[in-house]
């Protein structure tokens, strides 16, 4: 671009006609100025060319960011990419609600069923149907009233009123029996709860049924053991037994011996007094009748009450009367605390006649806390081993017994209740002594009375 110019600048010159030396200074001052140029135009070059090298440079720079930044960019989306592949996994792996739902009713124990609450008809059953009560359970939606027909006739009625209100109100809680196809019977209970539309209209109904047998078969013989208890309560024992049948038939014999001894003497009158002693003879049969009558009754409450000598937990024997006695417990407000020594060495005894001691010790102790207010009633069992066997104690947080007392509370019919007989504690001891332990009494402190008996070791047989 600067060519032109040097150009038009000696064109310039020589149209003007300035002379030589003036020319040679020109032309001088023109090299000096093409030098000039020239040194301009290098230095353009010389500056471009640097230029151009700082952009390459940027651009190398450039470049560098950009891998580093693509790389950096690869390893987060990668990162994210597992992380997403990781969630749906995760996903994948959780089933939808209608899948839980059929692994839970799959795989419980109890009957999960639902019933349509106008037509009572059943619309789904769990497979455990099958295991409690012994039918497919195709077979019952096919026939979805069918249910009615396996429950025990006892029951039915009961169950089907109930059914109907709970139609109503979306509430149900049943126990009832079903008769399977091979003619056992199982106990269910069955509770249920309400399905509502929009409107809130009850329109199905959902629940889950219990097979209860086991639990129904347990408090079957609790029962059967609480009526062979009191039975065995109202056994008189060993000494009181003999000073009951002593008291009882000593009045009619003493009686039988007077009047044959004056049936004697009006016989051997002059003449026989024949009327009197009739009358004397038909009073001697009565009273020959009511002793025997006495002796009956005796033989009837002992009736199965030999003593059964076997090796036995006090433990168990402590908890099993605490069941019996639970709702007196709890209706008295008494807090129960047992302590019971789990090495406590097993006993020789009677289950039944050891449950009568424990229960006599502890109705004693209801009775004397029934009065007492302001502080906690309380009673507390404990067993422990001892060196005559195992030692139990009962003690409780009541009235206490004073000194006069103590002397007498072990006497057969010495009793300061109203309704006592007084031969609860007379009974203890005796069967504690006939099993070869010792009962005893003592005051608590710092209020009531505490009991305690010890039992042998009773042999391994
Ligand atoms: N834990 C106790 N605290 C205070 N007094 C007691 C206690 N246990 C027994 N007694 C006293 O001993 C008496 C005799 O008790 P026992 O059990 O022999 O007969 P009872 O309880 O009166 O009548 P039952 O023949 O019905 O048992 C009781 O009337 C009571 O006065
Ligand atoms: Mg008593």
């Not at 020959?288 to 033989?299: G, L, P, T």
Request: proline fraction near 4%; avoid cysteine; aromatic fraction near 6%.
């Amino acid at each position: 671009m600067h060519r032109p110019v040097v150009a038009s600048s000696g064109f310039v010159l020589f149209a003007t006609g300035v002379d030589l030396f003036h020319v040679t200074t020109i032309s001088q001052v023109v090299a000096v100025g093409i030098g000039a140029v020239s040194l301009l135009a290098l230095g353009l070059a010389l500056f471009m060319y640097l230029a151009s090298l700082r952009l390459a440079a940027r651009a190398k720079e450039l470049e560098r960011r950009v891998v580093a930044r693509t790389t950096e960019l690869t390893a987060v989306n990668e990162k994210l990419l597992k992380k997403i592949n990781e969630r749906q996994a995760a996903k994948d792996a959780i089933p939808d609600p209608e899948e839980k739902f059929h692994q839970l009713a799959d795989h419980i124990q109890e009957i999960f069923w639902m019933m349509d609450a106008a037509t009572k008809h059943v619309i789904y059953v769990n497979p455990a149907f099958e295991q409690i009560a012994g039918r497919t359970v195709a077979s019952l939606l096919d026939a979805p009233l069918s249910y009615r027909e396996n429950i025990h006739p006892d029951d039915r009625v009961r169950f089907l009123i109930n059914l109907d209100e709970a139609a109503k109100t979306g509430v149900f809680d049943e126990e009832f029996r079903i008769i399977r196809p091979d003619g056992s019977i199982r106990w269910l209970r069955s509770r249920g709860f309400p399905i509502r539309d929009q409107q809130k209209n009850l329109y199905r109904l959902a629940g889950i049924a219990q097979d209860i047998t086991d639990r129904k078969a347990a408090e079957q013989a609790l029962r059967e053991s609480q009526a062979e208890l009191a039975r065995a309560s109202r056994i008189v024992t060993m000494g009181e037994l003999a000073a009951s049948i002593s008291h009882e038939i000593r009045q009619p014999l003493t009686a039988i011996v007077a009047t044959g001894s004056a049936t004697l003497r009006w016989l051997t009158q002059q003449p026989p007094n024949v009327d009197e002693a009739r009358e004397a003879v038909t009073g001697m049969v009565r009273d020959a009748n009511h002793a025997s009558a006495v002796i009956e009754k005796i033989r009837e409450l002992l009736k199965g009450s030999s003593p059964q000598l076997r090796r036995l937990n006090v433990n168990e024997v402590v908890r099993e009367v605490l069941a019996v006695a639970a709702n007196d417990l709890v209706r008295e407000g008494i807090v129960v605390r047992t302590v019971l020594a789990p090495d406590v060495p097993s006993v020789l005894g009677d289950r039944v006649l050891l449950q009568q001691v424990m229960l006599n010790l502890i109705t004693n102790g209801i009775d004397a806390m029934s009065m007492v207010t302001g502080r906690l009633r309380e009673l507390l069992i404990h067993s422990t081993g001892h060196p005559d066997g195992a030692l139990i104690q009962v003690q409780d947080s009541g009235k206490g017994i004073d000194s006069e007392q103590m002397q007498r509370i072990f006497e057969p019919f010495f009793t300061t209740k109203a309704e006592g007989i007084g031969l609860g504690l007379s009974i203890s001891r005796s069967i504690i002594e006939a099993l070869g332990g010792r009962l005893w009494a003592a005051p608590a402190s710092p209020h009531g009375a505490i009991f305690q008996f010890t039992l042998p070791v009773g042999e391994a047989s």
